[in-house]
């Protein structure tokens, strides 16, 4: 059983826009909310939400107080 959880949010940033997420998910740590980022990135992806082509992506997770903790590029190498 885990011990404390922590809630995290995932916010998309493409330039000076920022897609945020409301709702967040509870997580026991950092590196189960970074694996989460990795995969939430990958699914907008495949489903043609983020045309990392054209446009900067980046991936913020952000603590219960919604303060950004990690950050990463959405693009081709978030793929593999």
């Given at each position: ?42 699914k ?31 693009g ?5």
């Open positions: 059983m885990y011990g404390l959880m922590s809630r995290y949010y995932f916010n998309v940033r493409r330039g000076s826009t920022v897609f945020v997420d409301h709702a967040g998910v509870m997580l026991p740590g950092l590196a189960e909310a970074w694996t989460w980022a990795v995969k939430d990135a990958v907008l992806i495949r489903q043609g939400q983020i045309d990392w082509v054209h446009h900067r992506y980046w991936m913020e997770v952000c603590d219960n107080q919604r303060c950004a903790v990690v950050a990463f590029p959405i081709p190498v978030t793929m593999h």
